[in-house]
């Protein structure tokens, strides 16, 4: 396996997020959840601390979980942000501190010790444009680790004072 491959959840993958029909150990559901379609799988083995990462994705490419994200025919594209949730370049200094405070907030209260690693990384976001993209990486993970009611919560928490 190359490091350098991107894996992308299959649909299988996807609904397997929520149901938990595959028998995945707790390892493997890890994995699953971190499978982004942007992330290497040396980036996986990174965030993931997990030792085994190339086995672990050979097994859910076994399963029909994932798939290198340049085989997946005609994948259904990740849920956009709404366009007015991606700031733009003009965000003054205090906004951006105040965006990035609730983004992190945000994510510690959905994720709790599984989104350290995005909290983190959206609080040291050093730009409007880098901001927008981690909260669209916290969008769908919150969306494919807790579901539509959680993001709807998380929404809500990123306007909150």
Do not use: C
Request: proline share 7%.
């Amino acid at each position: 396996m190359n490091g350098n491959t991107v894996y992308a959840k299959t649909p299988a993958g996807q609904q397997e997020i929520g149901e938990r029909k595959a028998g995945l150990d707790i390892r493997q559901r890890r994995l699953l959840i971190l499978v982004d379609g942007h992330r290497s799988a040396d980036e996986l083995a990174r965030l993931s601390g997990l030792p085994d990462v190339p086995a672990l994705l050979e097994g859910l490419q076994a399963k029909g979980l994932v798939a290198p994200s340049g085989a997946l025919a005609g994948p259904a594209p990740p849920a956009a942000a709404p366009a007015a949730a991606v700031p733009g370049p003009a965000v003054p200094v205090g906004d951006l501190r105040e965006r990035r405070r609730r983004a992190a907030h945000a994510v510690n209260e959905m994720l709790g010790p599984m989104g350290e690693d995005l909290a983190l990384r959206l609080e040291e976001a050093g730009s409007a444009e880098a901001l927008g993209e981690w909260l669209e990486r916290a969008r769908r993970m919150v969306g494919d680790v807790r579901g539509k009611a959680a993001l709807a919560r998380f929404e809500q928490l990123l306007e909150e004072d």
